[in-house]
């Protein structure tokens, strides 16, 4: 991901022409407060700590099974051709959780592992280990651990400036759609991208080699069980698209429009069914402002931390920093959508957007 001038430009003159109720001295000193008091818990209990994260992640790897091998007998039964619709509707259905999973995974691995370095933790050479595979068990789902690691840091140090490096306060339309394209997690059509670098790196390669025998080896699995047009519509169709579709969704509307600083910069999808849907689950990002607030803590205490937070907030702040049951997350995609598709048009035209 690059920073685009014309976008910061756009990002500080949309915040210096529209009111917003910022956190007051006193709203921060309460949530740093209680988030000292979570961090203090989570650095006295590491063994627990460590076990919530490992059946975190024994979960994730154990669902993707069942999703590939199990879920389509659903429809089909193993080594029998199917109907066609009955194919189709397996190979959506278990495209569709397979490639959630592996963006569930993936957003965990390179955001905690990779980036804070906090999935496990201790000492010994066990948990150092154990950190090490966690920080990579990204590249199945095609992540670049590396790649991801500083540009993530850059983003919490430099936030909403230049030198932010995952600058997300002002994306415009053309960027993001451009995104859709199919094949568009590994073919550069936009550089609105964080998972992986741009170029075809050593760390970028070993990913692609993981990440293919990973699927590969599941997609010669479900072929036998399932058959060839099983296998096309599930892993070609499906999941190099739907996962990575939902994680452009949530990083256009993390920040989109927000102030240009860490303690007021981000939204929070919450914990109802488009947070965990774009979030990819509680160890994803559904509470992405709490972790701007917090940057320390691991993803189950952000989530006990959002309650604290909206607990703080007046109603004003609440409709900036959150979204509303069920229509408030195509709503609020849709209000940025315009927004930017009319600033831009008015840069391309040289007039002043809105």
Known sequence: MQVHQEELAHARAYEASHAFES?????????????????????????????????????????????????????????????LPAVLAAATVAGCVHSYLLYSLTVFSMHEGAAHNIVFVGK????????????????????DPHAYAGTHMAHHAKFGTEDDAEFLNSVFFRRYVLTFLPLAAFVNFSDFI???????????????????????????????????????????????????YLDRV???TEHNLMPLDNANGSRSFGLGFWGML???????????WEHHLVPSLPWYQQ?????HVVSVLTPTQRQQFLITPVIGFPRLWWQIVRHMRAAESARMHGTTGS
């Open 23 to 83: 956190l007051t001295e006193d709203q921060l000193r309460a949530i740093r407060a209680r988030g000292r008091e979570l961090f203090a818990w989570f650095k006295g209990h590491p063994h627990l700590h460590n076990t919530i994260n490992f059946l975190t992640l024994t979960f994730l790897l154990v669902a993707d099974g069942v999703a590939i091998l199990l879920l389509p007998r659903i429809w089909l039964t193993p080594g029998e051709p199917g109907s």
């Open 124 to 143: 010994g050479a066990l948990v150092r280990a154990a950190q090490a595979i966690a920080s990579h068990a990204g590249r199945i789902g095609g992540g």
């Open 194 to 244: 964080v998972h992986r670098a741009m170029t075809y790196t050593r760390s970028r390669v070993l990913s692609a080699a993981l990440a293919t025998l990973y699927q590969g080896t599941y997609a010669w699995l479900a072929y036998q069980a399932f058959g060839g047009w099983f296998v096309l519509v599930a892993f070609l169709v499906f999941t190099p698209h739907f996962g990575f």
């Open 250 to 252: 949530r990083q256009f």
């Open 278 to 288: 774009v979030g990819g689950g509680p160890w994803g990002s559904p509470c992405h």
């Open 303 to 307: 989530l006990i931390l959002h309650r």
